[in-house]
Structures are given as C-alpha cells and as structure tokens.
C-alpha cells in the first residue's frame, strides 16, 4: 500500500482546459492497491475550468491568446509537492504531455501539437524534489 499523487482527469475529474477528463480505467484500478490522492496543479494554481489552452514558451507557461500564466502553475506545482510531502507519497502518476503534469514530451509550444523534450511545471517540480513521476503510459515502470 502506497500513497501516489494522480493527475484527476486521469481519474474522471472533469478538470481540463476543455471542461472534460482524461479517464484511465488503468490508473483508477490503482485504487485497489494503494492510495490515490488526487490532483489538478492547474485547478490548485487558481485557474477555472474551462480554460484557454496553454503551452511552455521558453520557460514560460503562455495560453494561446498570449496571457502569461506561469505564475498560476507554479502556484499549483507549489501546492502539489507540499500534499506529497504531507503523504510521504512514493510516486506521482501524472498525465503525459500536458503543461503542468507531462513527463520527458510535452507540446513544443506552437500550439500545433508538435511535442518536444521537457517536463511539465508540476512534474519537474516533483521530480526536483526527488519524487518519482510516472505518465499514465508509463504504470508497468512502476515501482513500489
Ligand atoms: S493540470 Fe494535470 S490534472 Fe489538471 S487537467 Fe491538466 S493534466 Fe489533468
């Protein structure tokens, strides 16, 4: 039994900049073993849902019609590591590509899908704190 960290849409939250989820069934059968301690950085950094979609320019996390939100994510990435450390969490599964949860690709920040190496503001931040990220691609890499 392990506390993990789990982005929320994975998990059906309806916490995207669309105002749907990202449901994994796979990662939600993590519940059967473990806890789940849910989150959305965006949602935790004051950011509504629905909201304009954003990418990482040049380490700066812009919405499509230019608004800087860096400051938001930070925020939120902030909140995420102190619940980790709060629950000693072994690991965090978060979603693959996205600005603030993506690990190792996220979107180069054209806003044209391309992806590009780098780490989403949440998941570099747990990573940097020496927290294992993991991507909804990733769960057979897991390890407890
Ligand atoms: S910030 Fe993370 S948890 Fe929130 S909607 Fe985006 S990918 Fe999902």
Redesign the pocket.
């Known amino acids: 039994m392990a506390n993990i960290i789990v982005?929320?849409?994975?998990l059906g939250q309806p916490?995207?900049?669309r105002g749907d989820s990202?449901y994994c069934a796979e990662v939600c059968r993590l519940a059967e073993q473990h806890t789940l301690i849910a989150?959305?950085?965006?949602?935790m950094g004051g950011l509504p849902v629905p909201r304009p979609p954003a990418e990482i320019v040049g380490g700066q996390v812009l919405t499509r019609d230019g608004r800087n939100v860096t400051a938001e994510y930070r925020r939120g990435a902030e909140a995420v590591l102190r619940l980790a450390q709060c629950h000693t969490a072994s690991c965090a599964v978060?979603?693959a590509r996205?600005p603030?949860?993506g690990k190792g690709q996220i979107y180069d920040g054209t806003f044209t899908g391309q992806k590009c190496a780098g780490n989403g503001i949440a998941a570099e931040m747990l990573l940097d704190n020496g927290v294992p990220v993991y991507t909804e691609e990733e769960l057979d890499d897991i390890q407890f």
Not at 7 to 10: E, G, P, R, T, V
Not at 39 to 43: A, K, S
């Open positions: 982005s929320a849409c994975l916490c995207t900049y990202n989150v959305c950085p965006e949602q978060l979603k996205s603030s949860c």
